[in-house]
C-alpha cells in the first residue's frame, strides 16, 4: 500500500505527530507550515489537525506551497 493510500485510508484527524515522520521533518518544522498555510490544516481549540483526505491529496500534488513560495526540500514521489 502507497504511502498516500495509508494516510487517506485513516478515520480520524491526523495530529502533528503523525505527519513529522510521513514529510521528515520536525514536528516544529510541521507547526510552522501550517502557521504559515504551507501545508493543509485546520485547528481544534488550540490543536492542529490534519483532514487525511486533504493531506493525501496535498502529497499527491507534490506538497505545494500554498503562499506561492519555493520549497528549499526537493519533492519525492509520495
Known amino acids: ?3 498516500v ?3 487517506e485510508s485513516r478515520n ?3 495530529r ?3 505527519v513529522a515522520p510521513i514529510l521528515g521533518v520536525s ?3 510541521v507547526y510552522k507550515m501550517a502557521a ?3 501545508i493543509p490544516s485546520f485547528r481544534i481549540a488550540s490543536s492542529i489537525r490534519f483532514d487525511p483526505e486533504d493531506f493525501a491529496e496535498w502529497l499527491r500534488k ?3 506551497l500554498r503562499s506561492g513560495a519555493n ?3 526537493p519533492s519525492r514521489p509520495a
Open 71 to 73: 520549497s528549499s526540500r
Open 27 to 29: 514536528t516544529q518544522q
Open 16 to 18: 502533528v505527530r503523525d
Open 12 to 14: 480520524e484527524p491526523l
Open 5 to 7: 493510500e495509508l494516510v
Open 1 to 3: 500500500m502507497k504511502l
Open 36 to 38: 504559515n498555510g504551507h
Open 62 to 64: 507534490g506538497c505545494p
